[in-house]
């Protein structure tokens, strides 16, 4: 019963890791950033270099509660009734919008959390380029202003080309669109249509689809401002949610 379950709610790369958790994860080289970026590449979640150097550059341990198994594959709460991802999920979404997130391009954040993949998405487009996170629990978005000024990617907050603001992500941040990506980061009931208008025609927009049953979708507008969207795998997140909602446990 309890593999069973396992198996209906975590994507496919999830369950990769859970086999192999006793095998791999605990061990010693994963108390470093390092070695979490080589295990994630040599089970093929990580399949570029950019995305590899990203994720080195960025480390995660930054990012988490004082006390927190850091480097350990499994999301991890950080208060307000918000989770960090897995290193796993942030990987697969760095790969799912890397061609997005070139030097110059706008890049959106929705439920930035802790601002970990909103650094890595700051370094792949550069201070040419934009990249906003949206997140509506103000102390957040303070702990992770905090958290990238202890980055690479600090000159970017400082220089404005990086920006975290509260708000409500599901109304996407208008003010620098069009997005050559967007993230979001906890489940929608459905794909909110300001996150599909305010994409760029040629951009991508990843985000959790579902509620009991979640699936990360892949949407594409393509050039003639049609849409595409197709399911990568299966997924487990917290509700993309009102702020008021989550504080009381959904």
């Not at 369950?15 to 093929?44: E, T």
């Not at 988490?64 to 499994?74: K, M, N, T």
């Not at 993949?117 to 997140?135: D, N, Q, W, Y």
């Not at 927009?205 to 401002?225: A, E, F, M, W, Y």
């Amino acid at each position: 019963m309890q593999v069973t379950k396992w198996i209906n709610v975590l994507s496919l790369s999830s369950i990769l890791f859970y086999v192999c958790i006793q095998q791999v994860w605990s061990g010693s080289s994963l108390n470093k950033n390092k070695g979490l970026v080589d295990h994630l590449q040599s089970f093929g979640i990580i399949q570029s270099k950019k995305v590899a150097e990203v994720m080195e550059t960025v480390d995660r341990g930054l990012f988490v509660p004082d006390g927190s198994p850091a480097y350990l594959d499994s999301p991890m709460q950080i208060g307000f009734k918000a989770t960090i991802s897995a290193p796993h999920m942030h990987a697969t979404c760095l790969q799912l919008l890397e061609d997005n997130l070139q030097p110059g391009m706008h890049a959106l954040d929705v439920g930035s959390g802790t601002g970990y993949l909103t650094a890595c998405f700051a370094l792949m487009v550069g201070s040419h380029g934009r990249t906003i996170g949206v997140e509506h629990i103000p102390e957040l978005v303070s702990t992770s202003i905090k958290n990238i000024e202890k980055t690479a990617a600090a000159p970017l907050l400082k220089d404005g080309s990086l920006a975290l603001h509260v708000g409500d992500g599901r109304k996407g941040w208008p003010e620098y669109a069009p997005y050559d990506a967007i993230h979001v980061g906890a489940a929608a009931p459905e794909i909110p249509q300001p996150l599909i208008d305010q994409l760029k025609p040629g951009g991508r927009l990843v985000i959790p689809v579902g509620t009991i049953s979640q699936d990360l979708k892949v949407v594409d507008k393509n050039l003639d401002g049609s849409v595409t969207i197709r399911s990568e795998t299966s997924v487990r997140y917290v509700p993309l949610t009102d702020r008021e909602t989550q504080l009381r446990g959904y």
